[in-house]
């Protein structure tokens, strides 16, 4: 049985910073690309950063020098490392897992979430 059990969120102040984690169970992240996503209150989940393949990394835009994904093999962990954080980075951050090949639209596994918030 997969399991993504995220961890690290909480209330920081506008140019803080954050290291959300992602356990990963039941899976092989050398199988699996791996990524975060968020979430506003009303809005779609929007892809923040992920792996595309073992060692490619992509970012939104928003997030781009701010916030760096990593992947530790031997915890199977994914990490999101966010600095300078802004007020509306505020959401809930979910870690998602997709077999390498197919399209984000198309997650296999997400977490449950982690709530972030960004306010003074």
């Known amino acids: 049985q997969v399991q993504l059990a995220e961890s690290g969120g909480g209330l920081v102040q506008p140019g803080g910073s954050l290291r959300l984690s992602c356990a990963a169970s039941?899976?092989?992240?050398?199988?699996?690309?791996m990524g975060w996503f968020r979430q506003l209150q009303g809005n779609q989940r929007e892809l923040v950063a992920a792996?595309?393949?073992?060692?490619?990394?992509v970012y939104a835009s928003s997030v781009k020098g701010r916030f760096t994904i990593s992947i530790d093999h031997a915890k199977n962990t994914v990490d999101l490392r966010m600095t300078g954080l802004k007020p509306e980075d505020t959401a809930v951050y979910y870690c998602?897992?997709?077999?390498?090949?197919?399209?984000?639209?198309?997650?296999?596994?997400w977490g449950l979430g982690t709530q972030v918030t960004v306010s003074s």
């Open positions: 998602a897992a997709l077999l390498f090949g197919k399209n984000w639209a198309n997650v296999d596994f």
């Open positions: 039941g899976l092989s992240l050398s199988d699996y690309a």
């Open positions: 792996f595309i393949s073992l060692t490619d990394t």
